[in-house]
């Protein structure tokens, strides 16, 4: 059956506004089933791969992005805070010292005293203020999750890549030899008369080949090297990385199915519900500013004409006063208008996300799944080249077959070669773009993160 996407973290608060609004998001059967095993918070365990751990260590401690985000985190909190203190009342101190000259005498006047102001907040104008304050950083911090999961993401792609290509550099110059060899056999039976020289130079070019797609294949793992140092925040010349390019067994594909609330830990999605909830309360902050504020006010006051004397006597005083906002030219209406457009813009966006989070979460499973599938049809097929070089290699030898059907059989194994130790990577990638479409438990170490209330 259906099942619907609730509000990811609608249930604590209610809305403040009247404005109609779809509150759902549909999401496919499949998302309802139950799936594996959760995924270990720091999710590159899920490799059980040394190397991986100690990359996404430095990842985390020296990514300008993850940098930068957290400076955003506490800029975001900073000002929740300045705008939480609209709550409290205002308290200064006042100081002020006057000489009069008249008729040649000088007169010294010296006043001192404390002022108090506070807004009665009758209509909550404050409040959904500072409630949008607060979960708009609440949602910086939403980003900052994300912002870690994309992060160490692309730099275990970037680190497996790498290795896929060291991999491939390897199979290359062994194909590359394997291919001088049986050149160097035709040279033998062209110098005795048996093979012709279009073979031999057929088998030439091959090589050369051979040497082209090692040149490529060189110039994409430098720029894979550079790529990886950039995401960790070094530059490539100091990137340090073990050597060799040892393939790690990707653990079993969780079952079909993902559940909702594996969606839900998507911070992406927590971030863009947060994100309208915030702009909802600038609505309900917006429509109250057309009210009365009421504000009190209070002051005590000493004057005197001497420093020493000047706090022997007091002056209070206590106010209240009234603003009624009559004529704007339509500025406030127009700020309520504005509000709750921008209260649908955030909704539209938050629905867009949700989509589209669960079209990335389809197709990283049928990716992995199709990658899997397209392996096993590969080691089928290198097996059965390789079975057709030995063959025809031998019977050339023994003047059989033509020489073309071996260059064709050579070129084919090959092919399927390198096809098959693409394949073989790929699942492993694969898997690094399900587990970021899950939010796979990139957890964010700040221990200052505020919880919402609701």
Known sequence: MTTVLVALLGSGCSMTTDM????????????????????????WRHFDDPRLDALMTTAVQESFTLAAAQSRLRQARAAARIQGASRLPTLDGTGEAAVTRQRGE??????????????????????AA????????????RDLRAAGITVTAEAATAFYSLLRQRARIDLLQAQRENNRQI?????????????????????????EASEAELATARAEAAALRNRLAALLGRSPDALELPGGHEFVEVPAAPALGIPSVWLNRRPDLQAAWLRVRAADA????????????????????????????????W?????????????????????????????????NEYARTVTEAVA???????????????????????????????????????????????????????????????????????????????????????????????
């Open 282 to 313: 600038e609505v309900a902050a917006a429509i109250a500013a057309r009210y009365p504020r009421l504000d009190l006010t209070a002051s005590l006051r000493s004057t005197s004409d001497s420093p020493s004397t000047l706090f022997e006597d």
């Open 130 to 141: 500072t409630q949008a304050a607060s979960l708009e950083s609440l949602a910086v911090g």
């Open 360 to 454: 990335e979460v389809g197709t990283a499973l049928s990716d992995e799944r199709y990658a899997r599938e397209r392996l096993e049809s590969l080691d089928r097929q290198v097996a059965l080249a390789e079975q057709v070089v030995q063959r025809l290699r031998q019977r050339y030898v023994n003047g059989v077959v033509d020489y073309l059907d071996v260059l064709s059989a050579l070129t084919t194994l090959q092919e399927a070669q390198q096809q098959r130790l693409e394949a073989r990577w790929a699942v492993l990638l694969r898997r690094i773009d399900l587990i970021r479409t899950i939010a796979g438990g990139w957890e964010q170490t700040d221990t200052a993160v505020v919880e919402e209330t609701g």
């Open 183 to 207: 050149a160097g056999l035709i040279d033998v039976r062209y110098r005795n008369g048996q093979a012709q020289l279009d073979e031999l130079l057929r088998q030439r070019r091959l090589v």
């Open 315 to 347: 002056i209070q005083s206590l106010a209240a006063g009234l603003t009624v906002p009559l004529f704007r030219g339509g500025a406030l209406a127009a700020e309520v208008e504005r509000n709750r457009a921008a209260r649908a813009v955030a909704f």
């Open 20 to 43: 109609p609004a779809r509150e759902s998001v549909p999401l496919p059967p499949g998302f309802e089933a139950t799936s594996g095993e959760a995924l270990p918070e720091r999710w």
């Open 106 to 127: 000088n007169t010294e006047q010296y006043t001192g005293g404390f002022a108090a102001a506070y807004e009665l907040d009758l209509w909550g104008r404050i409040d």
